[in-house]
Structures are given as C-alpha cells and as structure tokens.
C-alpha cells in the first residue's frame, strides 16, 4: 500500500533529496537564516524543528544523532547544544519561521527566508521596529500609547485605538511577545527603535542565500 508516502519529492531522487536538506540545515544553524524556494524551506522547517529538540536534550545519544545528519560539525554542533539550545529551553515548539519573498526573476519560483526565531536580527522584530519608528517620526509619543494599548487586557478585549494604529494587526500583537522573550522595558524598546532611527531605518544584514550553492 502507499499510505505514509506522500511527501515531495522536490524532483530529486532520495539521495539527492536528503543531501540537499542536510545541506540546507546545516546552513540554517550556521546563519540564524537563509534564503531559498518555498517548497524547501517548508521541507526543511520540520528537520530544523527536530534538530534543535535534539540540541535542547542534550544527551550523549542526541549528539550522536545530530552528527549522522549535520555537516560542518566543527561549527554546527557546539552553536546546536549551546547558543541555540539555551535560547529555545522554554520554548515547546515552533522553532522557525517561513517568510514569503514573492517570486524569483527568470523560473518565477516562489522565494522564501526561512530563519530561527528570537535571534539578534530576527526579521519580524526588524519589522516590529521600523513600523514603530514610522509611527513615532509621524506622531512623537504614539510608540507609547500603541504599546501601552496592546500589552494590556483591556486592548486586546475591546480593540481600543492605540492598537489598531498599527496597520497590520499581527504586528500588533508580536508587541508584547518581544517584550516578554528579551525581557525589556518600554524604554528599553523605545531606545531600539530609537537606534534604527538614527541607523536610517536600519538597514538589514545579508541573507545567506541557499539558492546560489550547488547543494
């Protein structure tokens, strides 16, 4: 019977399928994000989520495991059972996050960042940020009432209009989980944005991009 086989093939032979993604996990560890097809980066999302499981258990066993499927190990597996591990301790699952890019020029493939969250350039903070920025380069003191307005109950139960400044409501809502995952304070948020302020907007680093290896 073909029960439990369907999974794509990414028009590769298995072989070839499973060296691609070792390649690609590998890569992932070592630049917190890298750039590559959609349909990879949704394949490649589970692998991560378990190699970083297998970093937070920290076992003898776990290492060994890791090392069967990682490569580079001389920087993969220290950054795998240290860094990595105590940065997702308490956190139960959802290690990475996809990011669309729109299509590629020339085959039109549809593009897409695939990064571990809670790093130092996490894009969707990067995001966070700079819409902050522009509300408060607008409208001196409005970061405050946004922020005041979605990190109470009383915003999130009845919508209230500091909240929904901000166009995109799932931005709204990632306020406060930046708040609690880097522990700050208003100020300390005021003073990151007020950063990117005087960085110009705060230009991105390089994405790492998987497209341009032979892997």
Known sequence: MHHGKHFRRLNRTMSHRKSMLRNLVTQLIQHDRIKTTLPKAQELKAIADQMITLGKRG?????VQAASF????????PKLFGPLAERFK??????????????????????????????PGDLKNQILFKALARHEAAKPGSMKEIVEAVTTKEASSTGATGAGELKNK???????????????ELADLERKVAELSIQGNGKQ???FDATETKA
């Open 170 to 184: 799932a931005i709204a809502r990632h306020v406060p989980k930046v708040l609690s995952s880097n522990k700050w």
């Open 90 to 119: 308490s956190r139960k699952g959802g290690y990475t996050r996809i990011h669309k890019m729109g299509n590629r020029f020339g085959d039109n493939a549809p593009v897409a960042v695939i990064e571990l969250i809670d790093g």
């Open 59 to 63: 076992d003898l066993h776990a290492k």
């Open 205 to 207: 680093g390089k994405i």
């Open 70 to 77: 990682l490569r580079e190990h001389e920087t993969t597996l």
